[in-house]
């Protein structure tokens, strides 16, 4: 018994098949992950939390933010396309920006939060009691 060769047409529209759906599972995921993105900045201001604590006020807090970040997040396409353009030479530009970007999104997230629960903001001053 012998194997019948594949038309090249069945191949390619079987590849494009695989790759458009490890593209929308890698997309899928990603947005999924984007909801943790505050655990870091909680450790920091929370040292003394339980791990378990602080992901759970991450998720409270980037509740209906996820979408927010992840278009962020494409904004800086070109920028981290640009890296390996120039081998490598924009990254000392391109992440520090980045990271102090996303910095600030994170801070603009769980301050709005608090606002939102009639808390004082957790990194930004409160404007009903300045530090003095």
């Keep these: 018994m012998?194997?019948?060769?594949?038309?090249?047409?069945?191949?390619?529209?079987?590849?494009?098949?695989?790759?458009?759906?490890?593209?929308?599972?890698?997309?899928?995921?990603?947005?999924f992950l984007l909801r943790y993105n505050l655990v870091p900045y909680l450790a920091i201001r929370n040292p003394d939390e339980k791990i378990g604590e602080l992901f759970r006020q991450s998720i409270r807090m980037m509740k209906g933010h996820k979408g927010e970040l992840f278009v962020f997040s494409l904004s800086y396409l070109g920028w981290m396309l640009l890296v390996p353009l120039t081998c490598g030479l924009a990254a000392f530009y391109v992440q520090p920006y980045y990271n102090?970007?996303?910095?600030?999104?994170?801070?603009?997230?769980?301050?709005?939060?608090?606002?939102?629960?009639?808390?004082?903001?957790?990194?930004?001053e409160d404007p009903d009691h300045p530090e003095e």
């Design 2 to 31: 012998f194997c019948m060769p594949l038309d090249p047409g069945v191949i390619l529209i079987n590849r494009l098949m695989i790759i458009s759906v490890l593209a929308v599972s890698i997309s899928l995921l990603g947005i």
């Design 100 to 124: 102090t970007a996303l910095t600030m999104f994170a801070f603009y997230v769980a301050d709005s939060y608090q606002a939102q629960n009639g808390q004082p903001p957790l990194f930004g």
